[in-house]
């Protein structure tokens, strides 16, 4: 199984301020990355799919890049409505495997 | 307008039974591959099962594999998955999603509990 490690854990952050979320794959997926975003009681959205490509709807702060083992998730400046979890997942191959998830937290 | 709405989902006893189902609308769905993603309380996020559009192929993981079945009724635009020998660690919130082979729409979860 390919083990995605996603960091930080949590991260703390204040309106206005740039973040990167780092996702490392245990094997080469190409670009068979996406991203999510979830908020407490609500399903998983989609941000970002094949590694770089934004999902429609989704505001352009929000910007991935990477490929093969190591990716990025990059929102540019951060808007409260940005404070959540998010995974990273793999669809290289099965089984499909996530990170842990990094929580965004307001500093 | 996607939708996805599960159902079935409530208490089952250890070694127990439950069927979940997944109604879809707003796009064809047997051209779509689906999936059952599910979050334990407070924890992250794991794939169960994915099918394809018609049918005929599935993946499972291997924490459900032999104990949980995917189907689809293509139909009735539904999703079934039926899942036997229930375990406590199968405790979740169970969301079924569309694939694109990205998950870009997920319905609103149900929630099993397995408890004696």
């Known amino acids: 199984d390919i083990q995605m490690t996603q960091s930080p854990s949590t991260l703390s952050s204040s309106i206005g301020d740039r973040v990167t979320i780092t996702c490392r794959a245990s094997?080469?997926?190409?670009?068979?990355l996406a991203w999510y975003q979830q908020k407490p009681g609500k399903a998983p959205k989609l941000l970002i799919y094949?590694?770089?490509s934004l999902e429609s709807g989704v505001p352009s702060r929000f910007s991935g890049s990477g490929s093969g083992t190591e990716f990025t998730l990059t929102i540019s400046s951060l808007q409260p409505d940005d404070f959540a979890t998010y995974y990273c997942?793999?669809?290289?191959?099965?089984?499909?495997?996530f990170g842990q998830g990094t929580k965004l937290e307001i500093k | 307008e996607v939708q996805l709405l599960e159902s079935g989902g409530g208490l089952a006893q250890p070694g127990g039974s439950l069927r979940l189902s997944c109604a879809a609308s707003?796009?064809?769905?047997?051209?779509?591959?689906m999936s059952w993603v599910r979050q334990t309380p407070g924890k992250g996020l794991e794939w169960v099962s994915s099918?394809?559009?018609?049918?005929?192929?599935?993946h499972y993981a291997d924490s459900v594999k032999g104990r949980f079945t995917f189907s689809r009724d293509n139909s009735k635009n539904t999703l079934f998955l039926q899942m036997n020998s229930l375990r406590a660690e199968d405790t979740a919130v169970y969301y079924c999603?569309?694939?694109?082979?990205?998950?870009?729409?997920w319905g609103q979860g149900t929630l099993v509990t397995v408890s004696s």
């Open positions: 999603a569309k694939e694109v082979p990205q998950w870009t729409y």
């Open positions: 094949k590694a770089s």
């Open positions: 099918i394809s559009g018609s049918g005929e192929s599935t």
């Open positions: 997942q793999q669809y290289n191959n099965y089984p499909r495997t």
């Open positions: 707003g796009f064809t769905f047997s051209s779509y591959a």
């Open positions: 094997q080469s997926i190409s670009s068979w």
